[in-house]
C-alpha cells in the first residue's frame, strides 16, 4: 500500500519571546500561517527496516530527520514495536527550504504521523497525534491543525484562529540559512531595549484587530548578524507588501500581497543569484484538511 500526503509550509506572522522557561525553552506567543507551497510525503509498505529517501541531498535519511523520529515514535507507542522501525519507506520530495523558518521537517513530521496512523492502521485519535506531535518540536502539533492558528507555551499549545483572508506570499530565503538554536542564542545575548514596532502599512480590509501589530521578536537580533534580511523585508515593503517579516528564526523573508500580480512581479524583481523565490498563498483550515484528514 502506498500513501501520499502534503506536508504544508508555515510562517509566523507574529512570534514574541515572553521569558524563559524552566525546562529550558522560551516562552512563546506566536501566530502560525498554514502556506500553500508542500512537500510531497509518499509511504509505502515494505517488509524491510525504515528506509527514508528524499530529492534534496542536504536532508538527512537517518535518525536526524524528523519523519524518521515521528515514524519510530510511531512504531514504539502505536505498535508496540521494539528496536528500529520497519515496514515502511518514506519518500520525501522536498519544494520546502531547510533552515529558513517554513517549518520544512515538522510538516513531514506531522505528515509522517497522519499517514502511518491510517497505513498501520493504528486507530490513534487526534489528542493522541497531538501529545505525540508535541513530543517531536514545538511548532509540529501546528501541522496537524493548519489555516491560522495561535501557538503558546513552546507553541505547541495551539488555539485555532478565524483564518486570515487569502493573500498571496513572497517567499525570499537568502544564500544562507539561520539555525534556530543561533537565532534564539543571539536573542538572549541581545540587550533588553524599547521595542519598536516595525513600519508597515495600513493592514487590508477584512484582516483581524490583531494583524495591526504584528512582529517577530528574533528579527532584529538575527538581522544584526545578517543585514541582508534586513534589506529584503525593506524591499518587500517598498515593493508595495501590506506586511513583511522573517518567518520564524529566519532565514526567510515573506511578503503579504492582496493581488498576485504584485507579488508575481515582486519576485522577479527581487530574485538574486543563489536564492530562493517562491510565490505562494495562504491557506485555510478548511483547505488542509480537505487535503491532509487525521
Known amino acids: 500500500m502506498t500513501l501520499t500526503l502534503p506536508a504544508?509550509?508555515?510562517?509566523?506572522?507574529?512570534?514574541r519571546i515572553l521569558g524563559l522557561r524552566a525546562d529550558g525553552y522560551h516562552d512563546l506567543r506566536t501566530v502560525f500561517q498554514s502556506l500553500a507551497l508542500a512537500d510531497a510525503v509518499t509511504l509505502t509498505s515494505t517488509r524491510g527496516p525504515l528506509v527514508i529517501t528524499t530529492d534534496d541531498p542536504l536532508v538527512p535519511t537517518?535518525?536526524?530527520?524528523?519523519?524518521?523520529?515521528?515514524?519510530?515514535?510511531?512504531w514504539r507507542t502505536g505498535r508496540g514495536g521494539r528496536g528500529e522501525p520497519r515496514g515502511v519507506t518514506i519518500d520525501?520530495?522536498?519544494?520546502?527550504?531547510?533552515?529558513?523558518?517554513?517549518?520544512?521537517?515538522?510538516?513531514?513530521a506531522a505528515a509522517t504521523l497522519i499517514g502511518?496512523?491510517?497505513?498501520?492502521?493504528?486507530?490513534?485519535?487526534?489528542?493522541?497525534?497531538?501529545?505525540?506531535?508535541?513530543?517531536?518540536?514545538?511548532?509540529?502539533?501546528?501541522?496537524?491543525?493548519?489555516g491560522t492558528a495561535l501557538g503558546l507555551g513552546r507553541g505547541d499549545d495551539i488555539y485555532p484562529l478565524a483564518d486570515?483572508?487569502?493573500?498571496?506570499?513572497?517567499?525570499?530565503?537568502?544564500?544562507?540559512?539561520?539555525?534556530?538554536?543561533?537565532?534564539?542564542?543571539?536573542?538572549?545575548?541581545?540587550?533588553?531595549?524599547?521595542?519598536?514596532?516595525?513600519?508597515?502599512?495600513?493592514?487590508p480590509a477584512?484582516?483581524?484587530?490583531?494583524?495591526?501589530?504584528l512582529r517577530n521578536d528574533l528579527e532584529a537580533p538575527v538581522v544584526r548578524h545578517h543585514p541582508t534580511i534586513g534589506r529584503i523585508r525593506q524591499s518587500l515593503l517598498d515593493a508595495g507588501a501590506a506586511f513583511a517579516?522573517?518567518?520564524?528564526?529566519?532565514?526567510?523573508?515573506?511578503?503579504?500581497?492582496?493581488?498576485?500580480?504584485?507579488?508575481?512581479?515582486?519576485?522577479?524583481?527581487?530574485?538574486?543569484?543563489?536564492?530562493?523565490?517562491?510565490?505562494?498563498?495562504?491557506?485555510?483550515?478548511?483547505?488542509?484538511?480537505?487535503k491532509l484528514t487525521i
Do not use: C
Not at 267 to 290: F, H, I, M, N
Open 8 to 15: 504544508f509550509a508555515k510562517v509566523n506572522l507574529d512570534l
Open 62 to 74: 537517518d535518525r536526524r530527520n524528523l519523519a524518521w523520529r515521528a515514524a519510530s515514535l510511531l
Open 92 to 108: 520525501l520530495r522536498k519544494r520546502i527550504p531547510s533552515e529558513a523558518g517554513l517549518g520544512g521537517g515538522s510538516a513531514d
Open 116 to 146: 502511518l496512523n491510517r497505513l498501520w492502521k493504528l486507530g490513534l485519535d487526534t489528542a493522541t497525534l497531538h501529545r505525540l506531535a508535541a513530543t517531536l518540536g514545538a511548532d509540529v502539533p501546528f501541522f496537524l491543525v493548519g
Open 164 to 203: 486570515l483572508p487569502r493573500v498571496h506570499v513572497v517567499l525570499i530565503r537568502p544564500g544562507f540559512g539561520v539555525a534556530t538554536a543561533e537565532a534564539y542564542g543571539w536573542f538572549d545575548q541581545e540587550p533588553r531595549r524599547t521595542r519598536r514596532e516595525p513600519a508597515r502599512r495600513p493592514t
Open 206 to 213: 477584512g484582516w483581524p484587530a490583531w494583524a495591526a501589530s
Open 245 to 290: 517579516a522573517m518567518s520564524g528564526s529566519g532565514s526567510t523573508v515573506f511578503g503579504l500581497f492582496e493581488r498576485v500580480e504584485a507579488a508575481r512581479r515582486t519576485a522577479r524583481d527581487l530574485a538574486r543569484p543563489g536564492w530562493t523565490v517562491v510565490v505562494t498563498r495562504t491557506l485555510t483550515r478548511r483547505e488542509q484538511a480537505a
